[in-house]
C-alpha cells in the first residue's frame, strides 16, 4: 500500500516539505557573493548540483528573490563553498533573514579570504571553494535556477589524498527534511560493471 500525495490538491507549503524530505541527502552550496555596494554576503543553498561537465557548470536555485541572487544579478560571479560538518553552526547562522545591508560574514564571524579569479570572497575555513562566473538563470515559477560556469577550484591541501579531494576529510554536511541535518555515512565502494563482464549475477560477486 501507498499514501498518494497530489500536488494540486497540498498547499505549495505541504507538498514543498513532502519533497525536500525525500529529495535527500542534498549536498549543501555555502554560497558567497557581493553586492553591487560591496556588502559580502554569505548563505546556504542545498538546491544544488552539478549541471554539465564541459564547460564546469554548478547550479543552485533560489526559492524566491534573495540577497545572493540580486548580488549574482548585479556582479556577474559568486563562490560555492562546501559546507563542512565542524562548521555547523555558523552555517546554520547564515541563513538568518539578515537585511541586504548586513554581510553574514561579519554578523556570524565567518573569516573571508580573496578569491583568486572572482570578486566575492571564499569562506577561508571551507576547504573547497568553487569560484563561479554567472552563466545564466532560469526562472521557474517562485524560484530562480542560477547556473555558473566555474572559472577556478581552491581545494585545502589537506583534504588531498593522491591528487584527489578525500571525502573522509572533507566531511560534508547534507541537508534533509525539516530542520534535519546529515553527516557523512558509512563509504561503500563497488566498480561499475561493464556489459563486457556482465554474467547475470547482481549479489556479492566476491564469493
Ligand atoms: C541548510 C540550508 C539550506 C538552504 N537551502 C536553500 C535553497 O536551496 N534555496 C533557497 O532559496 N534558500 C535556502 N535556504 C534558506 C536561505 O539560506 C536563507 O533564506 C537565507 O537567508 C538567504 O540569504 P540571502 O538573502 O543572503 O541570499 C537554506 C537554508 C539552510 C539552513
Redesign the pocket.
Known amino acids: 500500500m501507498r499514501i498518494d500525495f497530489d500536488p494540486a490538491a497540498l498547499d505549495r507549503n505541504s507538498f514543498y516539505k513532502l519533497l525536500t524530505s525525500v529529495v535527500v541527502p542534498r549536498p549543501?552550496a555555502w554560497v558567497s557573493t557581493v553586492s553591487a555596494d560591496g556588502t559580502d554576503?554569505l548563505?546556504?543553498?542545498?538546491?544544488?548540483t552539478i549541471s554539465c561537465v564541459e564547460p564546469p557548470v554548478v547550479q543552485?536555485?533560489?526559492?524566491?528573490r534573495?540577497?545572493?541572487l540580486r548580488n549574482i544579478e548585479a556582479t556577474g560571479e559568486f563562490v560555492v563553498n562546501l559546507a563542512p560538518e565542524r562548521l555547523f553552526e555558523q552555517i546554520?547562522a547564515t541563513?538568518?533573514?539578515f537585511p541586504p545591508g548586513v554581510s553574514?560574514f561579519d554578523a556570524v564571524g565567518v573569516a573571508r579570504e580573496p578569491s583568486l579569479r572572482v570578486k566575492p570572497p571564499r569562506v577561508a575555513d571551507s576547504p573547497v571553494a568553487l569560484e563561479c562566473e554567472l552563466h545564466s538563470t532560469l526562472r521557474l515559477g517562485d524560484s530562480t535556477v542560477v547556473l555558473g560556469t566555474v572559472v577556478h577550484a581552491a581545494v585545502a591541501e589537506d583534504v588531498v589524498v593522491d591528487g584527489h579531494p578525500e571525502v573522509t576529510k572533507l566531511r560534508p554536511l547534507t541537508?534533509l527534511g525539516k530542520d534535519e541535518w546529515g553527516t557523512l555515512g558509512e563509504v561503500q565502494e563497488i566498480s561499475r560493471i561493464r556489459y563486457a563482464d556482465w554474467d547475470g549475477r547482481t549479489g556479492d560477486r566476491s564469493s
Open positions: 549543501i554576503n548563505a546556504p543553498h542545498s538546491f544544488f543552485f536555485t533560489s526559492v524566491g534573495k540577497d545572493s546554520n541563513a538568518t533573514d553574514e541537508r
